[in-house]
């Protein structure tokens, strides 16, 4: 082929491409996230290191916090306690789950962890080949995700810091005791 045509057949494809992806980091400028606020969180199912099986869906009527973390990440083992915290101070309410996704991690490895942690086993989800993970990222974590009882993402967030893990873990706890007008106002920010 000759190279007057095939240039400018070059240049012709690549602008194509660099519209499409200027368009789709119009919609996600940071591209830390494939989902978005309000949509319903994408299909899954899992295995908690207890042997139960789930599908995200037999969850639905319920809040859920989803917390990807890695062992080795400073930031996910500091996030750790306070979630922890928050299921104790939550406990006795049938409506809401905490998830620990350990991404890359196999159970075998998220077993001594768990236990220095005091995690609940319940609660402990090994996504060895981030399967999971995939679904919502593909990098940065601590990631959290907050889910309402109709299936729809509240909030998504990574990093640590900790005023606003505090911030979000009020509003975890509002949507979970159901305080009026609660869900709304999380929806409008």
Known sequence: MNIYILYPLLILV?????????????????KKFKTERLAEVPAFSFTTMDGEAYNIEDLKGKTIWINFFATWCGPCVREIP??????????GEDDFVILYIGRSHT??????????HKMEKSSIVADPDR?????FAD????????IDKEGKILRQFTGYDPQHFSRLMDEFK???????????EIKKE
């Not at 159970?107 to 220095?116: C, D």
């Not at 990098?139 to 907050?146: C, D």
Request: glycine fraction near 2%; hydrophobic fraction near 35%.
């Open 14 to 30: 690549f602008s194509f491409t660099s519209i499409n992806e200027t368009q789709a980091q119009r919609k996600n400028p940071d």
């Open 82 to 91: 306070h979630l922890v915290g928050l299921s104790n101070e939550l406990e």
């Open 107 to 116: 159970e075998a490895q998220l077993e001594p962890f768990s236990k220095r």
């Open 131 to 135: 399967n999971i993970y995939h679904l």
């Open 139 to 146: 990098k940065y974590i601590p990631r959290n995700v907050i």
């Open 174 to 184: 509002r949507l979970v005791l159901e305080e009026e007008n609660a869900e709304e």
